[in-house]
T-cell receptor
Framework: AQSVTQPDIHITVSEGASLELRCNYS??????LFWYVQSPGQGLQLLLK??????LVQGIKGFEAEFKRSQSSFNLRKPSVHWSDAAEYFC???????????FGTGTRLLVSP | EAQVTQNPRYLITVTGKKLTVTCSQN?????MSWYRQDPGLGLRQIYY???????DKGDVPEGYKVSRKEKRNFPLILESPSPNQTSLYFC?????????????FGQGTRLTVV
């Protein structure tokens, strides 16, 4: 069965520092991978996605993620965090084509001044 | 503007009182889904639909019903809500076609069952 693990429940980063959020997946076939962000009281916004091709994927708001098949990972990175990046971040894998997204449990990012 | 619209955004109800949460999308998408979000569990799929009159169970379907009579609408029905259905609910839609597809999510419905 497909699964996604986000090992960090909370992460605190100083404003201007770099960020890496970890995501490991389990999926038998070539995965479709996604990162979503959820700001307080808001729905989910797609940051970036990986389907195939270049393993380094650029997204919105300055985020990028790298797909590493050998490590079953799809970590999200940002070189310099802004206070507005404080939110909850979800990694997801697309299963059964696009019928279903399997989500990780999320990582809450706190940004300190 | 492409969007998924859920109503209501907030709902407090009593145990056993039937309710419906509506979901509508304006993108002519084939795929629609309902998820619930609970602390420490992330989002879990309740039901999904591949097209009109085609629905199937997700991971946590117990206590829920859905219908897909029109392509744009996918209501979630709780016939006899219980407190363990207190949660944040999201509707999502996607075209499911090609490599540029993505899931669009509604703003969420926060349901409290007392």
């Amino acid at each position: 069965a497909q699964s996604v693990t986000q090992p960090d429940i909370h992460i605190t980063v100083s404003e201007g520092a770099s960020l890496e959020l970890r995501c490991n997946y389990s999926y038998g076939a070539t995965p479709y991978l996604f990162w979503y962000v959820q700001s307080p009281g808001q729905g989910l916004q797609l940051l970036l996605k990986y389907f195939s091709g270049d393993t380094l994927v650029q997204g919105i708001k300055g985020f990028e993620a790298e797909f590493k098949r050998s490590q079953s990972s799809f970590n999200l990175r940002k070189p310099s965090v802004h206070w507005s990046d404080a939110a909850e971040y979800f990694c997801a894998v697309g299963a059964h084509g696009f019928q279903k997204l399997v989500f990780g449990t999320g990582t809450r990012l706190l940004v300190s001044p | 503007e492409a969007q998924v619209t859920q109503n209501p955004r907030y709902l407090i109800t009593v145990t056993g009182k039937k309710l419906t949460v509506t979901c509508s999308q304006n993108m002519n998408h084939e795929y629609m889904s309902w998820y619930r979000q609970d602390p420490g569990l992330g989002l879990r799929q309740i039901y999904y639909s591949m097209n009109v009159e085609v629905t199937d169970k997700g991971d946590v379907p117990e206590g829920y019903k859905v219908s897909r009579k029109e392509k744009r609408n996918f209501p979630l029905i709780l016939e006899s809500p219980s407190p363990n259905q207190t949660s944040l609910y999201f509707c999502a839609s996607s075209s499911g076609q090609g490599l540029n597809t993505e899931a669009f999510f509604g703003q969420g419905t926060r349901l409290t069952v007392v």
